[in-house]
């Protein structure tokens, strides 16, 4: 049996507002936009993360550092970051984001950028 490759998808919590979470989820399951690396291969949601507080270093975010240690200890080997991280100009990602995606990637991570 091929194992399943391990992933996560880390959210805004500015988008906690309006967003369930369904559109990345479809594109996951339909294979489509970021996902579609994942034709044909089998794939584990091991989580689904927001960020903690919008303006917070990741080294004074007690609770965030937390969720990002939990994603290694399950295992996951890609995140990826939401959509809803990118600014207005979808060229530019929230300095936060960027901060937690470089941690991740210094912990052995890949960090995709998109969802659906």
Known sequence: MTERKKI??????????????ASCLRAL??????FSVYNGQQVYLCAFARCSVCGKHL?????MQEKLERMISEGVSV?????????????????YMVEKASWLEEHGLKVVWGTH
């Open 59 to 63: 080294e004074d975010d007690l609770g």
């Open 8 to 21: 996560a998808i880390l959210a805004c919590l500015k988008a906690n507002d309006v967003c369930a979470g």
């Open 79 to 95: 995140v990826h970051i939401g959509v809803c991280a990118m600014l207005e100009d979808r060229i530019t990602s929230c300095p």
């Open 29 to 34: 399951e339909e294979r489509k936009a970021a």
